[in-house]
Each structure stands twice: as structure tokens, then as C-alpha cells.
């Protein structure tokens, strides 16, 4: 069985208490990764780095890309594929059948189990299937980190990428081209702060440290920070385009299969 890394602040004991809970009711094997703290973020790189991207990141963004990088490199190391989980997203009942059939999959480099009320760019027609669930090309994704499947080339890929230049997490992955990405359909994984979205109950409050964080310092209109954006739009603009026969379409969410909702 694929075993599961949990990304995790020391002073987030509830959240941590929930991923642990429902983990051991789906016999899922994790770790925790601890989660690099605000403070220490901007520290750990240049500030040329961390003014890479299309706007000023919060130390808390800094922090939250430092934190996937250190899982990708714990599966670039072990050399096996691992699930990685935030510390606030809520599991189908159909993980542990997805990831035990997940070991035979080829050709796969990132499999998100996630969705955010948003739309994604697939292929119309899925790859294969795995406990009933479609597996999908990704071409084009928008956000979500919380949960997602990763092998040791995409963790390669994506290390590779996010030296080069910062970025949000998620926007990380998604702009990693390379990537040989997929997306499970229905979703495997709903972060808490959208599940009533789909009718599935918060089993705890969460507040986002991202979103409470100070703002970013840095000039939002600076040149380079304008060109970046632009070309990032660009970028995904043709992405769509040179996949004509994609659709664009929201991940189904079937409520029912998220255990915390039954109690």
C-alpha cells in the first residue's frame, strides 16, 4: 500500500488529530512532515527568489511552497510514489482502494485527488479507471494542493521547476507542464474550507493561515511582476488551444463517500 505524507504545523494539534483519525480508520500508513513556520520562510531563500513570481508572496505562501518541496524531495528520495496530504483535507472512503490499485498504474507522474470548485482542462475521455473512479489527462489546472499522489519523477519535475522560480504550491504544479498529470474523477479529496460546497459538514473549524497572514511586501505593479502574470495567461491560454478535443468541465463530488460526513 502507498503510504501517505501529512504536511503539518507543531502548533496545529487539531487538525493533526483529525488527519490521524481518519487515516487510521482507512488502515492508510502516513507520516508527518513539519510544516515550515512563516518566520523562518523568507530566510531560507533570496529575496531575488522569493520576487520570482507573478506577485509578493506572504512569508505565509513562502512557507506552504517550502513545506510541498520537502515532500516532493522525501519521495524523490524514497523513490516510491506517495500521497501527499495537507493537513485539512477531508478523504473519500474510496482512498485506500485507489491508492492499492494505484501501485499497477504507468506512465503517471502527478494524480490529484482534489477539487475547488473550479474548472480543469481533461481529456474527455479517461485513461483508465481504479475503484470505480476515472482517471483523467490534466492538461490545465488552476489551484488545490491538499491532496495529491505524486511518483518520484513528477517529485524530480517539480523540484526542478520550483528552484528555478517561487510560486504559490499549487500554482507550482500546475504550471510544471511536464508534468504527467491526471485527475481522479469523482474527487477523492475535498479541502474543509469548501467542503459545504458540496454538501459534505466541516468536522472542525479551520482558519487559513495564508489568508490571515500580513500582506506581502513588494510593488504589485512592478514591471516584473506585470510581465510574469501576463505571460503566465498567456502560457495557460495556450495551453487550452493546443488541446482542441479537452473539455472544461468541474470534478464531480459524490458526498456520501466522504466518511466524516456520516457521523
Known amino acids: 500500500m502507498i503510504n501517505c505524507l501529512v504536511i503539518n504545523l507543531a502548533d496545529q494539534v487539531a487538525r493533526m488529530g483529525f488527519m490521524a483519525a481518519q487515516l487510521k ?3 492508510l ?3 508527518r512532515i ?3 513556520k512563516s518566520e523562518a520562510a523568507s530566510a531560507a531563500r533570496s529575496k531575488t527568489y522569493w520576487q520570482s513570481w507573478e506577485r509578493p508572496l506572504k512569508d505565509a505562501e513562502c512557507a506552504c511552497l517550502l513545506s510541498h518541496m520537502s515532500a516532493w524531495q522525501r519521495v524523490a528520495d524514497a523513490g516510491t510514489p506517495m500521497l501527499i496530504l495537507e493537513d485539512d483535507a ?3 472512503t474510496h482512498i485506500p482502494e485507489v491508492l492499492s490499485a494505484a501501485n499497477a498504474l504507468n506512465g503517471i507522474d502527478h494524480l490529484t485527488f482534489e477539487t475547488r470548485c473550479r474548472r480543469k482542462i481533461l481529456a474527455r475521455r479517461p485513461t483508465g479507471t481504479v475503484a470505480g473512479h ?3 489527462r490534466l492538461y490545465q489546472d488552476r489551484s488545490g494542493a491538499a491532496a495529491y499522489l505524486l511518483w518520484p519523477a513528477g517529485a524530480k519535475k517539480l523540484l526542478d521547476n520550483a528552484s528555478r522560480s517561487a510560486g504559490l504550491a499549487d500554482a507550482v504544479i500546475c504550471r510544471t507542464y511536464e508534468l504527467f498529470s491526471y485527475q481522479l474523477d469523482p474527487a477523492g479529496a475535498v479541502q474543509i474550507d ?5 454538501g459534505i459538514t466541516p468536522p472542525i473549524q479551520t482558519h487559513s493561515a495564508i489568508s490571515a497572514a500580513p500582506e506581502a511586501t513588494g510593488n504589485l505593479r512592478a514591471p516584473g511582476f506585470r510581465m510574469r502574470r501576463i505571460g503566465a495567461q498567456l502560457t495557460m491560454g495556450f495551453r487550452l488551444l493546443s488541446h482542441p478535443l479537452a473539455k472544461r468541465q468541474e470534478i464531480n463530488v459524490v458526498p456520501e463517500d466522504f466518511i466524516l460526513d456520516r457521523h
Not at 469548501?194 to 458540496?198: K, M, Q, V
Open 25 to 27: 480508520q482507512m488502515g
Open 194 to 198: 469548501c467542503a459545504s460546497n458540496y
Open 134 to 136: 476515472g482517471i483523467f
Open 29 to 31: 500508513a502516513f507520516a
Open 34 to 36: 513539519e510544516a515550515v
Open 90 to 92: 477531508i478523504l473519500s
